[in-house]
C-alpha cells in the first residue's frame, strides 16, 4: 500500500475530508488530495502532524524499518489487509497463516509461494552428517534461490509444463480410437466416477481462478505419471472429456500447479454447469464416506444427477 493510500485509509476511517484533515495540519485540501494520489510526498515532520491529527501511530505511514519492532508489527498489520496474514497460537510458539480466501489479492500465488520456500528451506537445510563444505554449499543454494526468486519456481513450473504435454501426447494411445466426443454433462459426470471406480487419487474443489468461481480438478502430476496403466487410461478419458467440452466453446484452463510445494496438473472451468456437477460429486463424496451410508440410495441419487446433467454442453457455450 503506498503512503497516499494508507493517509486516505486513515483518513476516511476518522470520517475526515480532506479539507477538514488538511485545516487540522496547516494545509489545504487539495495538498491532501495530491498526497493521496502519490503525485507530492509530505516531508517527515508533516507526515508526524497528520499522524497525530489521525490520531494513529505514526509508524503506520513510515516506511517500514524493520529493526524496529513496532514497524515490523505495523508490517504483519498491512499484510493481513493484502493477504489475509493471522497468527495462531501453537504451543508456546506462534505460527503464521496465510489463507487462501476470495477477499484475498493473490493469496493463492502467495500461499504457493510460501510452500516452496517451506520445501526449498528443508531441501537445504545443513544435516549433521553434512561436511563443512557441504553446508556452506547449501547455505549458498539457499541464499542464491531466495535472491532469484520467483525465478527458479517459474523456470521449474516450465519444465513442468514440458513434462505434462509430454505425458498428455504419450498417454494419448491410451483412449481407445472408437471413443466419441461427449455432447452432454452426464457424460463427464460418468467420466468422473469412472475415476473413483479405478480408485484414482485427485482433488475437486469449487474456487476462485483468475478471480472467477471455478470448478477445478487437481491431479498430482508425479502421481498420474507412474500410476497403472489402467489409472492412467481413466485419467485420460476424464481429460479428454475436458477436451470435447473446449472443442465445444467451453472455456478450460489446463496448466501444472504446485498444490502445497508438489507440482498437479489442474484443469479448471467457470462453467456453472460444471461447478454444480462438481458440487453435487462432493455432496455424493461425504454420503459415501458417513457411517450410516447406504448403497442403494447413493446408486438412485447418480441415476439422478445422470438424468439432471443430461443437458447439451453447447447450450452452456
Not at 527458479?152 to 471413443?179: P, T, V
Not at 473413483?196 to 474443489?205: L, M, Y
Not at 500410476?227 to 467440452?245: L, P, T
Not at 447413493?298 to 453447447?314: G, S
Request: charged letters at 30%.
Amino acid at each position: 500500500m503506498t503512503l497516499g493510500n494508507k493517509i486516505r485509509k486513515y483518513r476516511t476511517l476518522k470520517g475526515l475530508t480532506q479539507a477538514q484533515l488538511g485545516s487540522m495540519v496547516k494545509l489545504t485540501g487539495d495538498r491532501i488530495r495530491q498526497y493521496e494520489n502519490d503525485v507530492r510526498k509530505p516531508k517527515d515532520g508533516k507526515l508526524m502532524e497528520i499522524a497525530e491529527a489521525l490520531n494513529i501511530n505514526p509508524t503506520a505511514l513510515f516506511e517500514p524499518d524493520y529493526r524496529n519492532p513496532n514497524s515490523v508489527m505495523h508490517t504483519l498489520f498491512e499484510l493481513e489487509d493484502i493477504y489475509g496474514l493471522r497468527f495462531e497460537k501453537a504451543g508456546e510458539t506462534y505460527q503464521l497463516v496465510f489463507s487462501k480466501t476470495d477477499d484475498c489479492q493473490n493469496s493463492d500465488w502467495l500461499t504457493e509461494g510460501i510452500a516452496a520456500w517451506t520445501a526449498k528451506r528443508k531441501e537445504l537445510q545443513p544435516d549433521i552428517n553434512d561436511s563443512a563444505e557441504a553446508i556452506t554449499d547449501k547455505k549458498e543454494k539457499y541464499a542464491l534461490w531466495k535472491a532469484r526468486y520467483p525465478y527458479d519456481l517459474g523456470e521449474d513450473i516450465q519444465k513442468q509444463f514440458a513434462l505434462m504435454d509430454d505425458f498428455h501426447k504419450n498417454a494419448i494411445s491410451l483412449i481407445s480410437q472408437n471413443r466419441k466426443s461427449i455432447t452432454t454433462f452426464s457424460e463427464l459426470f460418468k467420466s468422473l466416477l469412472a475415476l473413483d471406480a479405478e480408485s484414482v487419487i485427485f482433488h475437486t474443489a469449487i474456487s476462485k481462478v483468475a478471480g472467477r468461481r471455478s470448478a477445478v480438478f487437481n491431479i498430482n502430476l508425479d502421481y498420474i505419471m507412474n500410476a497403472s496403466v489402467s489409472v492412467q487410461k481413466a485419467y485420460m478419458c476424464f481429460r479428454e472429456c475436458w477436451q470435447d467440452m473446449k472443442k465445444i466453446g467451453i472455456e478450460i484452463i489446463e496448466n501444472p500447479l504446485p498444490v502445497d510445494g508438489v507440482m498437479h496438473i489442474s484443469m479448471s472451468t467457470p462453467c456453472p454447469q460444471v461447478i454444480a456437477l462438481f458440487e453435487e460429486y462432493e455432496k455424493l463424496q461425504k454420503e459415501k464416506a458417513s457411517p450410516a451410508f447406504d448403497e442403494d440410495a447413493y446408486r438412485t441419487e447418480i441415476e439422478d444427477m445422470m438424468r439432471i446433467f443430461n443437458v447439451p454442453i453447447k447450450e452452456y457455450v
